[in-house]
């Protein structure tokens, strides 16, 4: 984490590195928070709203609020990127994901303002 909404004084905003792992996915999804990620290391597939990209190193990907939203990595390494949040908060829901089935996941991430839309790309 770099900086998360109580660090920034009146939680306009958080922002956070992760690392995603090799054929590591996040379900498509929509958040009432704009996010952006700028990838730092390694490339990126995504695709948000009906558009398909491929984010690599100084990309900046940009996902407006309301806009569902997925990512795979398919490459043989890491991908390294800050994400970009506004307004914050979600920072404190990613520590509350790690093994949770899809029911489970659903309810927890609601309070935060988002939602599962679908299956991760290519499912």
């Known amino acids: 984490m770099h900086s998360g909404s109580r660090n920034t004084g009146d939680g306009r905003y958080a922002i956070m590195e992760n690392i995603a792992r090799q054929a590591q996915q996040h379900r498509c999804t929509s958040m009432r928070k704009m996010k952006f990620f700028n990838i730092l290391e390694g490339t990126e597939p995504?695709?948000?709203?009906?558009?398909?990209s491929m984010a690599s190193v100084g990309s900046i990907v940009v996902i407006p609020a309301g806009a569902h939203h997925a990512w795979r990595n398919r490459s043989n390494a890491p991908i390294r990127m800050s994400t970009f949040f506004s307004p914050?908060?979600?920072?404190?829901?990613?520590?509350?994901?790690?093994?949770?089935?899809?029911?489970?996941?659903?309810?927890?991430?609601?309070?935060?303002?988002s939602g599962i839309a679908g299956p991760p790309i290519d499912e």
Request: aromatic content about 10%; glycine content about 12%; cysteine-free.
């Open 46 to 52: 995504s695709a948000s709203a009906a558009t398909f």
């Open 88 to 113: 914050g908060g979600v920072e404190e829901l990613y520590p509350k994901l790690v093994g949770l089935s899809l029911e489970a996941l659903s309810t927890v991430v609601e309070p935060f303002g």
